[in-house]
């Protein structure tokens, strides 16, 4: 419970939502009734959502003060090539995508909210996946930006301006030439690979099972990085205050970065900043520890 509530105010004020203790007031008494019922804390938590749901959430009941940007969220799960591309042909927001997945996927649109979502049938066992286009107009501004991915292919050319960005990937390959974020980025990436041309966001915090993130330029106050397998590259950073955790992937961070405002973990992993070793594996301090 203390460890949920802990990551879960971390995360809210790294998002600037409105009313945090009010929020985490609502989930301590939500432990507190699960108990008297008899449950565990982790039958409690299993039944919220992530902790970068509940912030997606409320970034979106934030935008109704924002009715100028976009909301966008994409279900690729049935989509096996998908095309991010602005368009001057269009206005607003739309999309072109195979008639079969529309069997799959629904466009659900409330004013400015637009979620391309998953129907729940069974697309699996037809075998099939289908390719999908969205167009956006040039001159449309985005609020919140978020792609659910599931073995797609997805590629943006163009620069994608938002609030909030947030990409979920389970082994599709994900290419952005150009994102900048005004306020929060968070990454997960599962066995795919995520390929940034250029990441400019105030706060961000990128995890990876086995997949592995590159980043050609980086800008950022604070970053999280956590790489279980996969490996986290960022060619060229400004100065920001890292935080960095790896189990037996590596990070490696080529130009810019200062080495005394990263902090550092590793069992396996090697993470490197400029070129300089930035402390030790737990297998290497073992392996140079005279016994």
Known sequence: MEKFLKELKIALEEAHIENKEEILATYLEHFTLGHEAGMSDEEIIDRFDQIEDIIWKLGRKKSDKEPEGYSIELDLACFSDFQIRCSNKVTGIQFDIDEGALDYVEIVREGKRIHLKNKGIDFFSKRKKYDGNMLIGSEVLLNQFKINNLSCDVHCNFKINCTNFFISNVSGDIHFSDVEVEETSVINNTSGDITLARLLTPRVKINTISGDISISDFTCDVAK?????????????????????????????LVGADTSKVKASSVSGSIQISGEMVGKALNTLFKDYKW
């Open 225 to 253: 990085l956590v790489t279980v397998s996969g490996d986290i590259k960022i060619a060229q950073s400004n100065e920001a205050d890292f935080q960095i955790s790896s189990v037996s992937g590596d990070v490696n961070i």
